[in-house]
T-cell receptor, first 112, second 113 residues
Framework: EAQVTQNPRYLITVTGKKLTVTCSQNMNHEYMSWYRQDPGLGLRQIYYSMNVEVTDKGDVPEGYKVSRKEKRNFPLILESPSPNQTSLYFC???????????FGSGTRLTVV | GQQVMQIPQYQHVQEGEDFTTYCNSSTTLSNIQWYKQRPGGHPVFLIQLVKSGEVKKQKRLTFQFGEAKKNSSLHITATQTTDVGTYFCAGPDNAGNNRKLIWGLGTSLAVNP
């Protein structure tokens, strides 16, 4: 089944403890993106990637890192999480970006 | 900066009533995409419109792209409880590529059975 898989679905962590949210797609898509969703603020893009080793900042990249070493994987790294990074995170992928994005099920992150 | 605005923010309807959400861009768009997010779920791609004045239908859903390619609408005929969710529109940034989408804040639809 074609899908975007994010892990974990839920995560509670403490301030400053590095964490990684994994994202993997099995559709051989070129484009991948990370979003955060907060009440009243909609979907905000954190980072995106057009292909292996090609990434760029979205609207809210501060405090996040990404890498794209393989086409299928696009992990989101929080080196030193802070409470303002408590949010719902979505990974999404698209073949060329022209045909819509497939979203993962989301990761609800709480930083205390 | 480039913005995509959606109205209304919320809509509450009785089952069987029609529903329309509008999407307005501050700039001309090369295309517009629509997504639906069920409560507790993730956004699901519904459709993409590319041509000026384009109209597409998916069962009870009708999507329209304005002649100037700056606005779009989604109309649902005879809503059902399965239509509940938030509907988002999104368009590519001014560079015209789809790797960076500008999103509206969405319209949340509630349907009373």
């Amino acid at each position: 089944e074609a899908q975007v898989t994010q892990n974990p679905r839920y995560l509670i962590t403490v301030t400053g403890k590095k964490l990684t949210v994994t994202c993997s797609q099995n559709m051989n898509h070129e484009y991948m993106s990370w979003y955060r969703q907060d009440p009243g603020l909609g979907l905000r893009q954190i980072y995106y990637s057009m292909n292996v080793e090609v990434t760029d900042k979205g609207d809210v990249p501060e405090g996040y890192k990404v890498s794209r070493k393989e086409k299928r994987n696009f992990p989101l790294i929080l080196e030193s999480p802070s409470p303002n990074q408590t949010s719902l995170y979505f990974c999404a992928s698209s073949l060329f970006g022209r045909d819509g994005y497939t979203f993962g099920s989301g990761t609800r992150l709480t930083v205390v | 900066g480039q913005q995509v605005m959606q109205i209304p923010q919320y809509q509450h309807v009785q089952e069987g009533e029609d529903f329309t959400t509008y999407c307005n861009s501050s700039t001309t768009l090369s295309n517009i995409q629509w997504y639906k997010q069920r409560p507790g779920g993730h956004p699901v791609f519904l459709i993409q419109l590319v041509k000026s004045g384009e109209v597409k239908k998916q069962k009870r859903l009708t999507f329209q792209f304005g002649e100037a390619k700056k606005n779009s609408s989604l109309h649902i005929t005879a809503t059902q409880t399965t239509d509940v969710g938030t509907y988002f529109c999104a368009g590519p940034d001014n560079a015209g590529n789809n790797r960076k989408l500008i999103w509206g804040l969405g319209t949340s639809l509630a349907v009373n059975p």
